[in-house]
């Protein structure tokens, strides 16, 4: 890959969106569709598939993400205990995970800073919510 390649790369932030709900993903996307930043997102439909993904070709798919989007209410492995995990591995730790979820439970609220989220967003994310995740990603972009 050219420098020049590789800066235009970049340029584009790589969010993975842990989601199982369709129809939060559509409204994700939608959502997003208002940035005014470039992105790509990546759909895990579960935790388990999430964390395959994370560690698959030796780190490679996770070396390039700006962003991980994080459901709490997941099937295989629920969203707390990927977080664990993220945070646990000294090759993911550094990625921010912001937390978007429909819970508001105080236990998941606290568990989520515990483990370092950067943010918890309960659903659906609107135009006050969606410029948090905007900033941290022109942040991310200009490492």
């Known amino acids: 890959m050219t420098a020049m390649q590789n800066t235009l790369r970049k340029k584009v932030a790589e969010i993975l969106l842990i989601e199982d709900n369709p129809q939060d993903v559509l409204l994700t996307q939608n959502a997003f569709k208002a940035l005014e930043i470039p992105y790509n997102i990546t ?17 490679s798919f996770s070396n390039s993400l700006s962003l991980i989007l ?7 492995m629920e969203g707390i205990e990927l977080l664990k995990k993220i ?5 993911l730790q ?3 995970v912001i937390v978007l979820t429909g819970s508001v439970e105080q236990n998941h ?3 989520s800073y515990d483990l370092h989220a950067v943010s918890y967003i309960t659903k659906p994310i609107n135009l006050e919510r969606q ?5 941290l990603l022109k942040i991310r972009r200009n490492k």
């Open 87 to 91: 945070k646990s591995d000294e090759n």
């Open 131 to 135: 410029h948090i995740i905007e900033d």
């Open 43 to 59: 759909i895990a439909r579960s935790g388990e598939h999430a964390w395959d993904m994370l560690q698959k070709s030796n780190y």
């Open 70 to 76: 994080l459901d709490l209410n997941l099937p295989k």
């Open 109 to 111: 609220v606290v568990a």
């Open 94 to 96: 550094d990625i921010p």
